[in-house]
């Protein structure tokens, strides 16, 4: 018990002194939780239009200031040259034509149909998809606002019509932060957890002090306890500042659960994570190695969290990934508690996951922690 | 009858083909100095390694302070000091502040602590430097105080794995000093080296050559063996059959 308090003495001396090191573990994860959920936005808005309209009708102008009105378009271009408008494209100046022929008011009006033409710029998938979702959803509406204009009160009734109404629970006004936050948060912690403690033991075997460790009487769990314990404590510091000054003040984000639960399974999330760490630094040793190992298991962590993209719409081998990936068990937590106000048996099996995660890393790392060779 | 300290038997290390140590046996006795000669790549690291339980024997076995080094690995870290080759406090802690740690994980109480560290600092002379970072003291005065921190527990045996390369004459002459006042305390000395000067310092001396110990005597015996004049000649006479080629 002495010995180790005497590892952890030296290691925040270590810690704090390290000037370089410092701002890495605190600064970073805070302006990156700051700055990334303004960027990370999945909702497109600034599409550039380009419109061509044959027609130049008051039924053509409707529809397109109802397109420019609708806040998710910018209008790029208007002319009545399809191929000027695909130059804009061309040009990148575009991300969207929409062509609206001629003799579209006259049509719509003897025929009670007309087709209009989009050509959409699908180099970014995102942006393409989103834009052009929108679009038809506007064309949509000002379908119906053309029909309810033309038909008859008295006849009212006998169009059948089925009206969906949505609404959006848990996130009722679809703010992308709330979903962001917590993932990022989420992530930043494991970096901190897994990269920090892996550099720091590596660092030991580099310089070559790990030697004279290993002929003193400290056992081998002292020495580990004293490497994550700290790492431990700066992990739920972390959370604690994103969860409280960035999260709440900065963003709004109330938890709607349990602060309590969200710090329970912190806990038993950082052990298992520190773990990982412990692993990574028993297999390398140099810094270099261990970051370039840290490294490639970070991208596959984040990509395949479920924190950008939804982990149901990937194939079923990377679901089997993602449903291997400690990550995504946190960012899942994370969003039930903060935003559904989810309880402990509704996070029960998480819990269980990450309590068999903790387990399995550390089994492994201490197993392959020698103090000889 | 003198007593035995390090006792070895056929100690032998394997690192794939390669026989870093290849059978040794020798034994050490309480309170001298022996020198632990051989070229680069002899074998010398890799046998103190072993000796220190930082190396897990491929054959053969040893008793270092009555402790057998496979059962009782524990036993024997908190009877030896060992300082390697590489310089090994921590170089972001402070003079004080390497000596506590090493003090505490040895399990000095704290009024020991405080003395080990109120003598160490005036024998060392380092009274202005204590709250230093050990990384801005030159490297003669870092490998005393390495020195002096690998015997803060009052071990039965040290061991020096070259503790004074890249040293000037002046403080290795000191260092020597800081050896003989811890042999004078009762510390075995185990202790490796290139400078012959040093190798007169010793009560006995091996020699290691292509992993096998070849000879093992007092300085003056083994001059009179190899009718030299000089532990210089002694050396060159046994190292000129190494067939390993040095790093």
Redesign the interface.
């Known amino acids: 018990m002495?010995?180790l308090?005497?590892?952890l003495?030296?290691e925040f001396?270590?810690i704090f002194?390290?000037k370089s090191l410092l701002p890495m573990i605190f600064a970073m994860p805070l302006i990156q939780l700051v700055v990334m959920p303004l960027a990370a936005d999945y909702e497109i808005k600034n599409i550039n239009i380009s419109i061509v309209d044959h027609d130049r009708s008051p039924y053509s102008q409707q529809l397109i200031s109802k397109i420019t009105a609708s806040g998710y378009f910018v209008l790029a271009d208007f002319g009545d040259s399809f191929d000027a408008a695909f130059q804009q494209i061309e040009e990148e100046k575009s991300d969207l034509i929409l062509e609206i022929p001629a003799g579209f008011e006259r049509n719509l009006v003897r025929d009670k149909r007309e087709k209009l033409f989009i050509a959409v710029n699908a180099i970014n998938g995102t942006k393409a998809n989103l834009g052009g979702a929108y679009l038809n959803q506007i064309i949509q509406n000002y379908n119906a606002e053309v029909r309810l204009e033309w038909i008859n009160p008295a006849r009212f009734n006998t169009i059948p019509q089925v009206e969906v109404a949505s609404s959006n629970w848990f996130n009722p006004f679809m703010n992308y932060r709330f979903f962001m936050v917590p993932g990022i948060l989420a992530f930043l912690v494991t970096m901190v957890a897994a990269y920090m403690s892996a550099l720091n033991i590596v660092k030991e075997k580099e310089?070559?002090?790990i030697?004279?460790?290993?002929?003193?009487?400290?056992?081998k769990y002292q020495f580990i306890l004293g490497k994550l314990i700290p790492f431990w404590i700066i992990g739920v510091v972390i959370f604690s500042i994103g969860l409280f000054f960035v999260s709440r003040i900065l963003y709004g984000i109330v938890p709607i659960g349990s602060v309590f639960l969200l710090y329970g399974f912190l806990a038993i999330y950082l052990v298992a994570l520190l773990g990982l760490g412990l692993l990574i630094s028993t297999y390398s040793d140099t810094q270099q190695q261990a970051m370039s190992v840290a490294f490639f298991i970070m991208m596959i962590f984040l990509l395949m969290s479920g924190l950008f993209t939804p982990i149901d719409s990937m194939p079923e081998w990377a679901q089997i990934v993602a449903y291997s990936n400690p990550l995504t068990y946190f960012i899942e937590v994370m969003r039930m508690v903060m935003l559904k106000g989810s309880g402990f048996l509704d996070i029960a099996r998480h819990l269980l996951v990450m309590i068999g995660f903790a387990i399995f890393f550390n089994t492994w790392a201490v197993l392959n922690y020698h103090?000889?060779? | 009858m003198k007593n035995v300290v390090i006792k070895t038997d056929k100690l032998t290390k394997k690192f794939g083909d390669f026989i870093a140590t290849d059978a040794i046996t020798f034994e050490v006795y309480e309170g001298e100095i022996f020198g632990f000669l051989g070229a680069n790549g002899a074998g010398k690291t890799t046998a103190m390694r072993m000796l220190?339980?930082?190396?897990?024997p491929t054959s053969g076995g040893a008793t270092i302070a009555g402790f057998d080094i496979y059962k009782e690995?524990?036993k024997i870290?908190?009877n030896?000091?060992?300082m390697?080759q590489?310089?090994?406090?921590?170089?972001?802690?402070t003079v004080i502040?390497n000596i506590?740690?090493?003090g505490?994980?040895?399990?000095l109480s704290d009024k020991e602590i405080k003395e080990k560290s109120d003598d160490l600092i005036d024998l060392l002379g380092l009274k202005e430097e204590s709250k230093k970072l050990v990384g801005s003291l030159p490297l003669g005065w870092k490998q005393k105080l390495a020195f002096s921190v690998a015997i803060i527990h009052d071990p039965k045996i040290v061991f020096l794995d070259e503790p004074t390369g890249g040293v000037d004459p002046v403080t290795r002459r000191q260092f020597w000093d800081l050896i003989y006042e811890a042999s004078n305390r009762g510390i075995t000395i185990f202790v490796t080296t290139h400078y012959m000067d040093e190798a007169e310092y010793c009560n006995r001396i091996s020699m290691m050559v292509d992993g096998e110990m070849k000879a093992l005597d007092t300085p003056t015996n083994l001059k009179k063996t190899y009718n030299a004049a000089s532990m210089d000649e002694v050396f060159f006479e046994l190292a000129r059959g190494a067939k390993r080629q040095a790093d």
């Open positions: 002495r010995t308090l005497f590892l003495r030296k001396k270590q002194r390290n310089v070559g002090t030697e004279q460790i290993n002929v003193t009487p400290i056992k103090k000889s060779t | 220190c339980g930082l190396s897990i690995a524990e870290k908190a030896i000091g060992y390697s590489k310089f090994s406090l921590y170089e972001d802690l502040e506590r740690f090493f505490g994980v040895y399990g």
